[in-house]
């Protein structure tokens, strides 16, 4: 056994998302809906809370608040860059770049404004109506 195996050794490389249990469910009754009453402060696997339907831990991030910041500022990414999604953030980013390059220097470039537009309310939409979840797969807050 080398000195660095003897060094991983004394370390304990098992963190907490690396057990099987992650993500941990919250408790079931016999009929298998979660137990209600048993999310929030007690529970240290989901600080947030937990989703009544399904029993797994709530994202600290907002619902609303990524649908609003994408609603107002998605053109920037900035709903996607809250969530924690970097590449579909930079992706509008330059997008947004890209289409007032186009819109200001081709007539049918204005096209391109409307596509990002559409692109920014459907995704604000989704976001509001919880049909997306945080870079980490978990659901968001209401």
Known sequence: M???DADRDEIDWDPWWDSPEFPPRAPRSSSGYALP???GVDDPWAPWGRDPATGTPLSSRSKRTAGLLQLTLGGFGAGRFYLGHMVIGVSQLLSLILA????????????AL???????LV?????LSGGTRD????VLRP
Not at 114 to 120: R, S, Y
Not at 123 to 127: A, E, H, K
Not at 135 to 138: E, F, P
């Open 2 to 4: 080398s000195d660095r």
């Open 37 to 39: 009453g048993l999310a």
């Open 100 to 111: 007032w390059y186009l819109a200001l220097t081709y007539p049918l470039g204005v096209y």
């Open 114 to 120: 409307l596509g990002l537009a559409t692109w920014t």
């Open 123 to 127: 995704d604000s939409i989704t976001m």
């Open 135 to 138: 870079a980490h797969g978990l």
